[in-house]
């Protein structure tokens, strides 16, 4: 079981709570001391954050299936038409900004950043760049601005890539699971794998062996992901169940909040 770091200042307000009780509450905003100290723990977040950050892996989820399914339908050509293809591949992209942009929801309630903050915001910064590089790349054909575009879409998704493992690895921190701390590390340098033993079998045994290795390699790296993104939805359950207790029993934390500068 994971440790998350304890606070000794108001989640809420930032008020020094040195000498406050266990059972007190701020003088400032009146958050209970324990919801405070318990750190950056998501089960002490607010009901409706919890579920945005629910509803977004699941999203996240089904955007890998509908991505799998237009790769296996790019490979088989003549299968449907091109107009088809690209309308189809326009609205899986859809579904990535929408689930990312959800799973990435700004917590609120904090006067500083939690774990993980910065990296969700270099998440949302390439999820932007990646949907304007696929729109402009949509209505305009012309060949430097394909290349262009596609370029600031490899390096949005490479970059994004990076950010949403160090952030789902600073989630897995807040809902005290290890398994999915791995999990989430090995996404980070698994793409990498890919690239170079594709590159480095592609010149010793074949472009064949290279193919069948990569697509192998791309198959785990997916499985990685569903399994990152099952293990935080079950983590997100459990902070739900606390987060409705606490809100029954009347220790919701305070409506009004401001979020620092502070990041990781």
């Known amino acids: 079981m994971l440790r998350v770091p304890r606070s000794s200042t108001c989640l809420n307000c930032g008020y020094d709570l040195q000498g406050i009780a266990p059972d007190g509450k701020c003088p400032e905003c009146g958050v209970r001391a324990s919801v405070s100290r318990s750190g950056d723990a998501l089960e002490t977040a607010p009901l409706p954050y919890l579920l945005k950050l629910y509803w977004g892996a699941g999203l996240l989820r089904w955007a ?11 490979c088989v050509q003549g299968l449907v038409a091109d107009s088809v293809f690209r309308a189809a591949a326009m609205a899986v992209s859809a579904m990535f900004v929408c689930a990312e942009w959800l799973v990435t929801t700004q917590q609120p309630q904090r006067w500083r950043a939690p774990r993980g903050n910065a990296a969700r915001l270099v998440v949302r910064a390439a999820t932007c760049c990646r949907l304007v590089a696929s729109v402009l790349n949509a209505v305009d054909v ?33 809902i005290r699971d290890s398994e999915m701390v791995r999990a989430a590390t090995s996404l980070i340098w698994l793409p990498a794998v890919v690239v170079v033993a594709g ?27 569903f399994t990152v993104i099952e293990q935080f939805r079950r983590g997100l ?28």
């Open 142 to 174: 012309q060949s430097l601005q394909v290349f262009e575009t596609g370029l600031v879409v490899v390096l949005s998704t490479i970059i994004g890539h990076v950010a949403i493992s160090l952030y789902f690895r600073a989630m897995a921190v807040r």
């Open 199 to 225: 590159f480095v079998l592609a010149n010793i045994l074949g472009t064949l062996v290279a193919v069948a290795t990569v697509v192998g390699l791309f198959l785990v790296l997916v499985r990685g992901y």
């Open 237 to 264: 359950s459990r902070a739900m169940d606390v987060a409705a207790r606490r809100e029954l029993a009347g220790q919701a934390p305070a409506a009004v909040g401001v979020v620092g500068s502070d990041e990781d």
């Open 64 to 74: 890998w299936v509908a991505f799998i399914a237009i790769v296996v339908v790019g």
